[in-house]
């Protein structure tokens, strides 16, 4: 799992927000006063053209994989300056570059509740939504270890907070 502020895993270039939530002194998150993995999360604002959020995998062992997606999700509510996108667009490539899905999804919505032909399920005590099919990740060209990496790309462009906060990916046992 990479969250939104582990590096090298996630960049949010110039243009994203940190909202860090803040851990108890145990490091823990407090699941009932954030709605985000580890209580922190980026966005970018509606209007702002920063460049999308990544998440790297790198040393993945060829192999098919699963991917989920979290997020905080907002409505919109009167007063509230920016509500969560509706059209959010997670791309997922391989170490060559290749596309192998592209899921739009709305973010005003929890990822439990979603209709996007994905499915919901529950890790770390939140909701996450599988996008796309599982894919297979094949040795990087050039690789000295054999390993292959994955590359999950963030943009939005409808006008709602682009909300970035972790991503999951599950090794399938063939």
Request: glycine share 10%; with cysteine; proline share 6%.
């Amino acid at each position: 799992m990479a969250d939104d502020v582990l590096e090298p895993a996630f960049r949010a270039p110039d243009g994203w927000q940190i909202v860090d939530r803040g851990l108890d002194r145990h490091g823990v998150a407090d699941a009932e006063k954030s709605v985000a993995v580890y209580n922190n999360f980026a966005y970018r604002e509606a209007g702002d053209k920063a460049p999308p959020a990544r998440w790297t995998f790198r040393g993945l062992p060829p192999d098919d994989y699963r991917i989920y997606v979290t997020w905080p999700f907002s409505e919109p509510a009167e007063g509230y300056r920016s509500p969560n996108t509706e059209n959010a667009c997670y791309t997922v490539t391989d170490g060559a570059h290749i596309e192998h899905i592209s899921a739009a999804v709305n973010q005003q919505k929890s990822p439990r509740d979603h209709a996007a032909g994905g499915k919901s399920d529950n890790r770390l005590g939140r909701p996450w939504l599988r996008i796309g099919e599982d894919i297979h990740v094949s040795a990087a060209e050039g690789s000295e270890d054999g390993t292959g990496q994955m590359v999950i790309t963030l943009e939005g462009e409808d006008g709602g907070r682009l909300v970035a906060d972790a991503v999951c990916i599950e090794r399938v046992a063939k």
